[in-house]
């Protein structure tokens, strides 16, 4: 069974850091695009950062150039967020996505979804 599972989710101060982390199970981490995303209530999905360890390619946002950072563990199957300088625009529910192409992640399409996590960023 495929999952993809999000945590380190919560409440922070504008200004402050969170570290969210996505566990992989039931396919080849190695072998697919990550990717994170996040969405607040009537607005669309956007793609925030996405990575692929197969050629390096990566992608931001321009809302999170500079304060977000991308990364992944293979040998943990666990791709992480790290979330700097946080603004309360920031606030959002946060998935994390997989698929084996870049191009199709990067515009929305993840073959894999997980389930989210909540971060609210207070002003």
């Known amino acids: 069974e495929v999952q993809l599972v999000e945590f380190g989710g919560g409440l922070v101060q504008a200004g402050g850091s969170l570290r969210l982390s996505c566990l992989a199970s039931?396919?080849?981490?190695?072998?697919?695009?990550m990717g994170w995303f996040r969405q607040v209530p009537g607005k669309e999905r956007e793609a925030i950062s996405c990575i692929d360890s197969r050629d390096g390619s990566r992608y931001y946002a321009d809302s999170v150039k500079g304060r977000f950072i991308a990364s992944s563990d293979s040998a943990k199957d666990t791709l992480y967020l790290q979330m700097n300088s946080l603004k309360p625009e920031d606030t959002a529910v946060y998935y994390c996505?997989?698929?084996?192409?870049?191009?199709?992640?990067?515009?929305?399409?993840?073959?894999?979804w997980g389930q989210g996590t909540q971060v609210t960023v207070s002003s």
């Open positions: 996505a997989a698929d084996k192409s870049f191009i199709r992640l990067v515009r929305g399409g993840g073959e894999y």
């Open positions: 039931g396919f080849t981490f190695d072998g697919y695009a």
